[in-house]
Structure formats: structure tokens, C-alpha cells
């Protein structure tokens, strides 16, 4: 499976961005897809997932009410948007998949096996 990032930009505070994850390889139809975010000297964290199990998608509390993540089977594409951005959300986002994940572990990003190459999101107050 290889998963290819992009959408990432820098925009201001307030701005939006759309993130995709499109998936070769293999149909991720029944695959947990995540993003997780890493800052500079910080470490990997969780962000959003689509649980495979049952569809239900969970986040963060820090991004909560601003961002929406979504799957688009037909495409084998996981996105991510986001709005209102801060300054806060600044870093380099990964999207993660996994077939094997039960619901406590979607948020531990060393619990996934397949990782995109990150994208760069930069927001500027």
C-alpha cells in the first residue's frame, strides 16, 4: 500500500485548507484511515480517524468543530478539512491507514502500518 499526501499550503489565521491521502496498491475499503500531525520538536499526534468497523469518525479536541475528515471509496482517498485555522495547527500532517486497528488504538499513530510522506501545513497569524 503507498499513500500519497498533498493539499498542505500556507494560508492565515482563520483560512482553510483541504488535505487528501489517495491510496495505491490496494482498495482501503475496510482500512481505519488517520491524520496525525507532527510540529517541530514535538511529537507525532492524532488528529482524525475513519474507523473502518463502523464508519464513525473521531478527532482530536484541539480540532473539533473545525475539522472534518472523509472517505471517498471510489477513489480510494481519505481528505481532511480543514477550517479556522490557527497558528496552533501549524506542522507537517500524515495520513495513516491500518485494517487491523480495534477502536482504543486509533489514536496511536504506532499502531498503524501504512504511512503517506506528510504534508506541510502553515498557518500565520
Known amino acids: 500500500v503507498q499513500l500519497q499526501a498533498s493539499g498542505g499550503g500556507a494560508v492565515q489565521a482563520g483560512g482553510s485548507l483541504r488535505l487528501s491521502c489517495a491510496a495505491s496498491?490496494?482498495?482501503?475499503?475496510?482500512?481505519?484511515r488517520a491524520w496525525f500531525r507532527q510540529a517541530p520538536g514535538q511529537e507525532r499526534e492524532f488528529v482524525a480517524a475513519?474507523?473502518?468497523?463502523?464508519?464513525?469518525?473521531y478527532y482530536a479536541d484541539s480540532v473539533k468543530g473545525r475539522f472534518a475528515i472523509s472517505v471517498d471509496n471510489a477513489k480510494n482517498t481519505v481528505y481532511l478539512q480543514m477550517n479556522s485555522l490557527k497558528p496552533e495547527d501549524t506542522a507537517v500532517y500524515h495520513c495513516?491507514?491500518?485494517?487491523?486497528?480495534?477502536?482504543?488504538?486509533?489514536?496511536?499513530?504506532?499502531?498503524?502500518?501504512?504511512w503517506g510522506q506528510g504534508t506541510q501545513v502553515t498557518v500565520s497569524s
Open positions: 495513516a491507514a491500518d485494517n487491523s486497528l480495534i477502536l482504543s488504538s486509533i489514536g496511536n499513530w504506532q499502531q498503524y502500518d501504512y
Open positions: 496498491g490496494r482498495t482501503l475499503s475496510r482500512y481505519t
Open positions: 475513519y474507523f473502518r468497523s463502523s464508519g464513525n469518525t
